[in-house]
Protein backbone atom coordinates (compact mmCIF):
# COMPACT_ATOMS: atom_id res chain seq x y z
CA UNK A 1 0.00 0.00 0.00
CA UNK A 2 1.34 3.32 -0.86
CA UNK A 3 1.55 5.68 2.01
CA UNK A 4 2.16 8.93 0.15
CA UNK A 5 0.62 9.17 -3.45
CA UNK A 6 2.20 11.31 -5.87
CA UNK A 7 1.35 12.89 -9.04
CA UNK A 8 1.53 13.72 -12.17
CA UNK A 9 3.75 10.90 -12.66
CA UNK A 10 5.66 13.02 -15.66
CA UNK A 11 5.95 16.64 -15.97
CA UNK A 12 7.16 18.58 -18.91
CA UNK A 13 7.62 22.91 -18.43
CA UNK A 14 8.80 25.13 -21.01
CA UNK A 15 11.88 26.95 -19.57
CA UNK A 16 10.93 30.01 -17.35
CA UNK A 17 7.28 28.46 -16.29
CA UNK A 18 6.26 26.79 -13.19
CA UNK A 19 6.18 23.05 -12.06
CA UNK A 20 3.86 22.20 -9.60
CA UNK A 21 4.59 18.40 -8.10
CA UNK A 22 1.23 17.01 -6.06
CA UNK A 23 1.51 14.59 -2.93
CA UNK A 24 -1.35 13.36 -0.42
CA UNK A 25 -1.12 11.07 2.63
CA UNK A 26 -3.62 9.26 4.74
CA UNK A 27 -1.80 8.53 7.74
CA UNK A 28 -1.86 11.76 10.39
CA UNK A 29 0.60 10.78 12.30
CA UNK A 30 3.19 11.99 9.48
CA UNK A 31 5.29 14.88 10.71
CA UNK A 32 7.95 15.36 8.34
CA UNK A 33 7.76 15.88 4.49
CA UNK A 34 10.88 16.29 2.60
CA UNK A 35 11.04 16.64 -1.26
CA UNK A 36 14.24 14.51 -3.05
CA UNK A 37 15.70 15.55 -6.58
CA UNK A 38 17.34 12.74 -8.40
CA UNK A 39 19.68 13.55 -11.82
CA UNK A 40 20.10 10.28 -13.56
CA UNK A 41 22.48 7.90 -11.93
CA UNK A 42 22.44 9.74 -8.95
CA UNK A 43 21.46 8.95 -5.27
CA UNK A 44 18.61 11.42 -4.35
CA UNK A 45 19.24 14.62 -2.79
CA UNK A 46 17.14 16.39 -0.26
CA UNK A 47 15.86 19.48 -1.77
CA UNK A 48 13.83 21.28 0.39
CA UNK A 49 11.33 19.73 3.73
CA UNK A 50 8.44 21.19 5.72
CA UNK A 51 6.63 20.42 9.42
CA UNK A 52 3.30 20.60 9.52
CA UNK A 53 3.23 23.56 12.14
CA UNK A 54 3.72 25.83 9.02
CA UNK A 55 2.05 25.65 5.46
CA UNK A 56 4.70 27.44 3.34
CA UNK A 57 8.40 27.13 3.05
CA UNK A 58 10.61 28.91 0.16
CA UNK A 59 13.91 28.38 -0.37
CA UNK A 60 15.17 30.16 -3.37
CA UNK A 61 12.84 29.29 -6.62
CA UNK A 62 11.55 26.09 -4.44
CA UNK A 63 8.34 26.32 -2.32
CA UNK A 64 6.50 23.41 -0.77
CA UNK A 65 2.69 24.02 0.13
CA UNK A 66 1.35 22.86 3.02
CA UNK A 67 -2.62 21.81 3.68
CA UNK A 68 -2.78 19.88 6.46
CA UNK A 69 -6.73 19.59 6.82
CA UNK A 70 -6.42 17.68 3.13
CA UNK A 71 -3.41 15.97 4.00
CA UNK A 72 -2.06 17.13 0.96
CA UNK A 73 1.48 18.91 0.25
CA UNK A 74 2.96 20.42 -3.02
CA UNK A 75 6.45 21.71 -4.84
CA UNK A 76 6.68 24.58 -6.65
CA UNK A 77 9.27 25.37 -8.92
CA UNK A 78 9.43 28.82 -10.43
CA UNK A 79 11.15 30.03 -13.05
CA UNK A 80 11.99 26.54 -14.24
CA UNK A 81 15.24 25.47 -15.88
CA UNK A 82 16.27 22.64 -18.29
CA UNK A 83 19.27 22.04 -14.67
CA UNK A 84 15.98 21.42 -13.18
CA UNK A 85 15.31 18.58 -15.07
CA UNK A 86 15.15 15.35 -12.97
CA UNK A 87 12.99 13.29 -10.72
CA UNK A 88 11.43 14.60 -8.10
CA UNK A 89 10.40 12.39 -4.86
CA UNK A 90 8.08 13.42 -2.17
CA UNK A 91 8.60 11.31 0.94
CA UNK A 92 6.74 11.53 4.97
CA UNK A 93 8.21 10.21 8.29
CA UNK A 94 6.44 9.69 11.76
CA UNK A 95 7.55 9.32 14.93
CA UNK A 96 7.17 5.35 15.23
CA UNK A 97 9.08 4.45 13.02
CA UNK A 98 12.37 6.63 13.44
CA UNK A 99 14.49 7.65 10.32
CA UNK A 100 12.51 5.65 7.76
CA UNK A 101 10.77 7.56 5.15
CA UNK A 102 7.71 6.81 2.64
CA UNK A 103 8.47 8.13 -0.98
CA UNK A 104 5.65 8.80 -3.48
CA UNK A 105 6.65 6.87 -6.99
CA UNK A 106 8.35 10.28 -8.55
CA UNK A 107 7.76 12.65 -10.89
CA UNK A 108 9.86 12.99 -14.08
CA UNK A 109 10.40 16.82 -15.05
CA UNK A 110 11.55 17.81 -18.24
CA UNK A 111 12.02 21.70 -18.63
CA UNK A 112 12.92 22.53 -22.15
CA UNK A 113 14.96 25.38 -23.23
CA UNK B 1 34.57 15.08 2.76
CA UNK B 2 33.52 12.16 0.88
CA UNK B 3 29.80 11.01 0.61
CA UNK B 4 28.23 7.72 1.03
CA UNK B 5 29.63 5.50 -1.39
CA UNK B 6 28.32 1.90 -2.95
CA UNK B 7 30.05 -1.25 -4.34
CA UNK B 8 29.55 -2.41 -7.19
CA UNK B 9 27.54 0.37 -9.12
CA UNK B 10 26.54 -2.24 -11.59
CA UNK B 11 26.09 -5.91 -10.63
CA UNK B 12 24.76 -8.76 -12.99
CA UNK B 13 23.55 -12.37 -11.74
CA UNK B 14 21.88 -15.42 -12.57
CA UNK B 15 18.73 -16.27 -11.29
CA UNK B 16 19.33 -18.77 -8.16
CA UNK B 17 22.81 -16.67 -7.51
CA UNK B 18 23.64 -14.77 -4.36
CA UNK B 19 24.92 -11.22 -4.15
CA UNK B 20 26.49 -9.14 -2.00
CA UNK B 21 26.11 -5.21 -2.15
CA UNK B 22 28.39 -2.87 0.10
CA UNK B 23 28.00 0.57 1.27
CA UNK B 24 30.40 3.11 2.85
CA UNK B 25 28.01 5.44 5.07
CA UNK B 26 29.56 8.97 5.26
CA UNK B 27 32.24 8.91 8.32
CA UNK B 28 30.73 9.71 11.73
CA UNK B 29 27.33 8.73 10.92
CA UNK B 30 25.29 6.63 13.05
CA UNK B 31 22.25 5.79 11.11
CA UNK B 32 22.25 3.88 7.74
CA UNK B 33 19.39 3.06 5.66
CA UNK B 34 18.67 0.66 2.78
CA UNK B 35 16.50 1.30 0.18
CA UNK B 36 15.62 -0.22 -3.01
CA UNK B 37 14.08 1.53 -6.38
CA UNK B 38 12.31 -0.20 -9.09
CA UNK B 39 11.45 1.33 -12.05
CA UNK B 40 7.86 3.63 -11.77
CA UNK B 41 7.59 2.47 -8.10
CA UNK B 42 9.62 4.88 -5.80
CA UNK B 43 11.56 4.13 -3.18
CA UNK B 44 11.24 1.25 -0.80
CA UNK B 45 12.55 0.83 2.40
CA UNK B 46 14.20 -2.37 3.25
CA UNK B 47 16.40 -1.85 6.52
CA UNK B 48 17.49 0.76 8.91
CA UNK B 49 20.16 0.55 11.54
CA UNK B 50 21.08 3.18 14.46
CA UNK B 51 23.80 2.66 16.44
CA UNK B 52 24.07 -0.26 18.33
CA UNK B 53 20.39 -0.53 18.57
CA UNK B 54 18.77 -4.10 17.08
CA UNK B 55 18.23 -2.78 13.07
CA UNK B 56 14.18 -2.20 11.72
CA UNK B 57 14.19 -4.92 9.18
CA UNK B 58 10.57 -4.42 8.19
CA UNK B 59 10.63 -3.94 5.16
CA UNK B 60 12.68 -6.30 3.96
CA UNK B 61 10.59 -7.72 1.24
CA UNK B 62 11.59 -12.04 2.46
CA UNK B 63 14.08 -14.15 4.34
CA UNK B 64 16.19 -13.88 0.99
CA UNK B 65 17.33 -10.40 2.19
CA UNK B 66 19.38 -10.09 5.04
CA UNK B 67 22.09 -6.91 5.86
CA UNK B 68 24.68 -6.42 8.28
CA UNK B 69 26.60 -3.92 9.61
CA UNK B 70 29.82 -4.38 10.83
CA UNK B 71 31.73 -2.17 13.36
CA UNK B 72 28.62 0.60 13.19
CA UNK B 73 30.43 1.62 10.13
CA UNK B 74 30.14 -0.43 6.58
CA UNK B 75 26.78 -2.46 5.69
CA UNK B 76 26.57 -5.36 3.15
CA UNK B 77 22.93 -6.28 2.01
CA UNK B 78 22.68 -10.14 1.19
CA UNK B 79 20.01 -11.27 -1.43
CA UNK B 80 20.45 -15.06 -1.46
CA UNK B 81 18.76 -17.09 -4.12
CA UNK B 82 18.60 -14.05 -6.53
CA UNK B 83 14.82 -13.89 -8.61
CA UNK B 84 13.99 -11.82 -11.68
CA UNK B 85 11.92 -9.56 -9.47
CA UNK B 86 14.91 -8.69 -7.56
CA UNK B 87 16.36 -6.27 -10.27
CA UNK B 88 16.59 -2.69 -9.16
CA UNK B 89 18.45 0.02 -8.03
CA UNK B 90 19.59 -0.67 -4.08
CA UNK B 91 20.43 2.81 -2.64
CA UNK B 92 22.07 3.13 1.16
CA UNK B 93 21.86 6.31 2.93
CA UNK B 94 23.06 7.80 6.25
CA UNK B 95 22.11 10.15 8.32
CA UNK B 96 23.95 11.98 11.15
CA UNK B 97 22.46 10.13 14.60
CA UNK B 98 19.60 8.92 13.15
CA UNK B 99 16.87 11.77 14.48
CA UNK B 100 13.76 11.82 12.21
CA UNK B 101 13.75 14.85 11.13
CA UNK B 102 17.54 14.52 9.81
CA UNK B 103 18.82 14.56 6.00
CA UNK B 104 19.30 11.40 4.89
CA UNK B 105 22.63 11.38 2.19
CA UNK B 106 22.15 9.04 -0.60
CA UNK B 107 24.87 7.05 -2.24
CA UNK B 108 24.83 6.65 -6.14
CA UNK B 109 23.43 3.32 -5.50
CA UNK B 110 24.08 -0.06 -6.91
CA UNK B 111 21.85 -1.57 -10.44
CA UNK B 112 21.08 -4.98 -9.56
CA UNK B 113 19.69 -7.31 -12.98
CA UNK B 114 19.04 -10.49 -12.36
CA UNK B 115 19.00 -12.54 -15.68
Known amino acids: QQQVKQSPQSLIVQKGGISIINCAYENTAFDYFPWYQQFPGKGPALLIAIRPDVSEKKEGRFTISFNKSAKQFSLHIMDSQPGDSATYFC????????????FGRGTQLTVWP | GAGVSQSPSNKVTEKGKDVELRCDPISGHTALYWYRQSLGQGLEFLIY????????KSGLPSDRFSAERTGGSVSTLTIQRTQQEDSAVYLC?????????????FGPGTRLLVL
Open chain 2, 93 to 105: ASSLGGARQETQY
Open chain 1, 91 to 102: AASRGSTLGRLY
Open chain 2, 49 to 56: FQGNSAPD
